[in-house]
Nanobody, 123 residues
């Protein structure tokens, strides 16, 4: 089973930046999988944030373009999310996952999720 460990969250001021990391372990051949990020605010549904396919192509909702950047390091089995110009609406728990691009863009279903990393944007 895939294991996912997110990190890098914290408290930032509005307009600030943050870089999240996710390390994947478990089955081999992670380099052939697509990876993505999601977030979930309290009382809200989990939403798709960004995805990167195995060739390096990236995908974002229109609202994320220009502010969020996803990248990956295949040798480290890691995926990253660089966030800029953060605002209060970006507050939530951020999760990563791995799998088919369609599943990533639609939020699943996935066999499992990591614990996520909390991002709080507040002055």
């Amino acid at each position: 089973q895939v294991q996912l460990v997110e990190s890098g969250g914290g408290l930032v001021q509005p307009g600030g930046s943050l870089r999240l990391s996710c390390v994947v372990s478990g089955p081999p051949l992670y380099e052939s999988y697509d990876m993505g990020w999601f977030r979930q605010a309290t009382g809200k549904e989990r939403e798709f944030v960004a995805a990167i396919d195995w060739t390096g192509g990236t995908y974002y909702p229109d609202s994320m373009k220009g502010r969020f950047t996803i990248s990956r390091n295949k040798s480290k089995n890691a995926v990253y999310l660089e966030m800029t110009d953060l605002n209060a609406e970006d507050t939530g728990v951020y999760y990563c996952n791995i799998g088919d691009l369609w599943l990533l863009r639609n939020g699943g279903p996935f066999n499992s999720w990591g614990q996520g990393t909390q991002v709080t944007v507040s002055s």
